[in-house]
């Protein structure tokens, strides 16, 4: 089934090699995580790279779609970067990428200072959630100021 947008005929279906090209790329790649995982733990090899291969089948499929089907199944929007919400995201990811570069910095000199032992996990993981719930509170602030 075919559809017009600005004057040009676009198809909805991939060929079917692109299908199959996918399929294979995905089972390639998830094979191949399987096997890292399998081998980071060789107590448990094959119950290991099968986790593996459950977690990564569906995200290498995709992965292999996206490269291989998707240039002929999805109209890409010519103005589609220049959407409000992507201007929002940027605005949000740049204020919370400061953020957390000050934080970091404050954490390090507290650290260094104090000479405090501290495990770089936790602080890591604080960083990152840090990271995740100051740019999420950045958008939703950006998102009510232009809505209200």
């Not at 399929?23 to 980071?40: M, P, W, Y």
């Given at each position: 089934?075919?559809?017009?947008?600005?004057?040009?005929?676009?198809?909805?279906?991939?060929?079917?090699?692109?299908?199959?090209?996918?399929?294979?790329?995905?089972?390639?790649?998830?094979?191949?995580?399987?096997?890292?995982?399998?081998?980071?733990?060789?107590?448990?090899?094959?119950?290991?790279?099968?986790?593996?291969?459950m977690c990564?089948?569906?995200?290498?499929v995709?992965?292999?779609?996206?490269?291989?089907?998707?240039?002929?199944?999805?109209?890409?929007?010519?103005?589609?970067?220049?959407?409000?919400?992507?201007?929002?995201?940027?605005?949000?990811?740049?204020?919370?990428?400061?953020?957390?570069?000050?934080?970091?910095?404050?954490?390090?000199?507290?650290?260094?200072?104090?000479?405090?032992?501290?495990?770089?996990?936790?602080?890591?993981?604080?960083?990152?959630?840090?990271?995740?719930?100051?740019?999420?509170?950045?958008?939703?602030?950006?998102?009510?100021?232009?809505?209200?």
């Amino acid at each position: 089934m075919d559809r017009i947008v600005n004057n040009q005929t676009v198809k909805r279906r991939a060929p079917v090699v692109h299908y199959l090209l996918a399929i294979t790329f995905g089972t390639i790649l998830t094979i191949a995580v399987s096997l890292v995982v399998g081998a980071s733990n060789s107590d448990d090899f094959w119950l290991a790279a099968g986790i593996g291969a459950m977690c990564a089948a569906y995200p290498s499929v995709s992965l292999g779609a996206w490269f291989f089907v998707s240039n002929h199944t999805v109209t890409r929007d010519p103005r589609g970067e220049e959407s409000v919400e992507l201007t929002w995201l940027k605005q949000a990811a740049s204020g919370a990428f400061l953020d957390v570069l000050i934080a970091t910095l404050v954490v390090a000199v507290v650290l260094m200072i104090g000479r405090f032992d501290v495990e770089a996990l936790p602080v890591l993981l604080a960083l990152i959630g840090l990271s995740a719930v100051d740019a999420g509170l950045r958008y939703l602030v950006n998102r009510y100021r232009a809505v209200r």
